[in-house]
């Protein structure tokens, strides 16, 4: 009863933000997101009946305090198989952790293939999706490659609150390169921020009742692979969802000043003509999305950025990879 999975984080270009249900993580609005190449979780899950209690090795040490997270997602799908067994579960990510990289996205997406490969259930994509947002809302995407959407779904129970895939990575490459602004992890993860943007945002109620014209454009400009509207939508939609937080109280302010100095860099660059935008997390590394053709003069101008300890630069890459071991 072990399995491995690799799963890649994931940007959104249009953001979700905001719980319609937050025991359930069904989103308050849908989302539209490009799943990264190079930044992943391998996660190991390995079931066994010698186990008093579940554990968790992440990037080496074991994290008493995100274990209950876990334990929660793995208990849906030991109900799903109809058994009560622990398990160790042993993950890696190959960037840095919580720091509004999206690793919450990539692990909650491979422990959830690992552990339901592990298991032997036999869930499709869909499923391991709606699985995967149990964990981290933002998870559910990460178990497609290239170009995907999460639905908001309507249901009460969140079945109908799943991610699928718009477009495959091949069919329109973009490059991603993610500028540094500072290491460690963030003060108020991303869970605690849209609670507290939901009760007290005075824009709050305008982000949501907004999103459906900004996914109908970013789905339009995929279709034709419009890189201009793209850009557009994408930076309106991540400096709506900064707004609303900055207006919570307590506010919540995840850039750092060479957050806003990367922003104006991306903005000088689009104004003389180079094909790229800029997206932000909770958290102060901005994302910038690009045309191939345009990814070396992007990373060379993000570096210069006083201030940017690193770039990194990635490509679209693939869904969810899940093999098991042994019989
Ligand atoms: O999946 P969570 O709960 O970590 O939320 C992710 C929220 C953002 O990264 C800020 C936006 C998004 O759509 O990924």
Redesign the pocket.
């Known amino acids: 009863m072990q399995a491995t999975a690799r799963a890649r984080a994931?940007?959104?270009l249009?953001?979700?933000?905001g719980?319609a249900d937050a025991r359930l993580?069904i989103?308050a609005v849908g989302?539209i997101?490009i799943t990264l190449d190079r930044l992943w979780s391998d996660t190991e899950v390995r079931f066994d009946a010698a186990l008093a209690a579940d554990e968790l090795e992440l990037d080496g040490r074991s994290r008493p305090e995100q274990l209950a997270r876990v334990s929660a997602c793995l208990d849906l799908l030991r109900e799903r198989a109809g058994v009560g067994t622990r398990a160790r579960v042993v993950s890696r990510n190959n960037f840095p952790t919580g720091a509004?990289l999206?690793s919450?996205?990539s692990g909650?997406a491979a422990l959830v293939g690992a552990a339901a490969a592990a298991l032997g259930l036999e869930l499709s994509p869909r499923e391991l999706s709606i699985y995967a947002r149990r964990g981290?809302?933002?998870?559910?995407?990460s178990v497609f490659g290239g170009y995907v959407e999460?639905h908001a779904g309507r249901e009460a129970d969140g079945s109908d609150s799943y991610a699928e895939p718009l477009l495959a990575a091949e069919d329109w490459p973009l490059e991603v390169v993610i500028a540094i602004a500072a290491r460690g992890e963030k003060d108020v993860?991303?869970?605690e921020?849209?609670a507290r943007s939901e009760q007290s945002s005075p824009y709050y109620p305008a982000w949501v009742a907004a999103q459906p014209e900004d996914l109908a454009r970013a789905r339009a400009a995929i279709a034709a692979r419009d890189f201009e509207s793209l850009a557009e939508v994408a930076e309106h939609s991540c400096l709506k969802?900064h707004a609303a937080a900055l207006a919570a109280r307590p506010p919540l302010i995840?850039w750092k000043g060479v957050t806003l100095d990367c922003i104006e860099a991306v903005r000088t660059l689009r104004a003389a003509g180079v094909p790229v935008f800029f997206t932000i997390?909770?958290?102060p590394q901005l994302k910038a999305v690009c045309l191939p053709e345009a990814g070396e003069r992007v990373a060379a101008a993000l570096a210069e950025v006083p201030g940017v300890l690193e770039v990194m630069t990635t490509g679209l890459g693939p869904g969810l990879e899940t093999r098991r071991i042994g019989g």
């Open positions: 994931n940007i959104a249009v953001k979700y933000w719980k993580k989103p989302s997101s509004g999206a919450s996205a909650f981290s809302g933002s998870a559910a995407r999460m993860g991303s869970g921020g849209m969802m995840y997390d909770a958290g």
